[in-house]
């Protein structure tokens, strides 16, 4: 079945720190590619997606770039802030077929200022 | 983006009692999912629910621990029957974005469950 592979955590970074949260799928199609974002006491939310390969999904100064050949999704950012601090998950779905989200395990993220 | 609410936001239960989270959504959606989220881990789908139809359950999952109800566009039901403390998760319903935003998943804010 479909599965979703992202780096351990935690991870800690200083404030303005490059940040890079690996993330690799495995999918019998052609799924669409999702990064979620969930703040400390508050819900999921999408951060960005790329539905096609060598898209690039981007948003609050995140980025992620579908890469069919190395099956990878990889989150970075130039330069964190103490505000990205959350858990940030990988995620893939399978349009036309179930649409159901398949998630990695989840990177914890704190940015010390 | 649709805006979802879910009741309640946190329970505590004693085991061998069953719990009830409804879920709401502003707009009408054809798919609403449901997700739980056990502490520390990720999150885990336990059914699809379309209205009109039964629930699609993922395995691991059945219908007399996890019975759904779907009575319309808008809402439904999770419930959380006979409890034991490993159903202690946080419980998320989600819906399938719209036109613009077709294959993406909105979530609720979750029901944070303890059961003791």
């Known amino acids: 079945g479909d599965s979703v592979t992202q780096m351990e955590g935690p991870v800690t970074l200083s404030e303005e720190a490059f940040l890079t949260i690996n993330c690799t799928y495995t999918?019998?199609?052609?799924?669409?590619l999702f990064w979620y974002v969930q703040y400390p006491g508050e819900g999921l939310q999408l951060l960005l997606k790329a539905t096609k390969a060598d898209d690039k999904g981007s948003n609050k100064g995140f980025e992620a770039t579908y890469r069919k050949e190395t099956t990878s999704f990889h989150l970075e950012k130039g330069s964190v802030q103490v505000s990205d601090s959350a858990v940030y998950f990988c995620?893939?779905?399978?349009?036309?077929?179930?649409?159901?989200?398949?998630f990695g395990k989840g990177t914890k993220l704190t940015v010390n200022p | 983006s649709a805006v979802i609410s879910q009741k309640p936001s946190r329970d505590i239960c004693q085991r061998g009692t069953s719990l009830t989270i409804q879920c709401q959504v502003d707009?009408?959606?054809?798919?609403m999912f449901w997700y739980r989220q056990q502490p520390g881990q990720s999150l885990t789908l336990i059914a699809t629910?379309?209205?009109?139809?039964?629930?699609?359950?993922e395995s691991g999952f059945v219908i007399d621990k996890f019975p759904i109800s779907r009575p319309n566009l808008t809402f439904s039901t999770l419930t959380v029957s006979n409890m034991s403390p490993e159903d202690s998760s946080i419980y998320l319903c989600s819906v399938l974005g719209g036109v613009s935003s077709y294959n993406e998943q909105f979530f609720g804010p979750g029901t944070r469950l303890t059961v003791l």
């Open positions: 995620a893939l779905s399978e349009w036309g077929g179930s649409e159901k989200l398949v």
């Open positions: 707009s009408q959606v054809t798919m």
């Open positions: 999918a019998t199609g052609y799924p669409s």
């Open positions: 629910a379309n209205q009109g139809s039964e629930a699609t359950y």
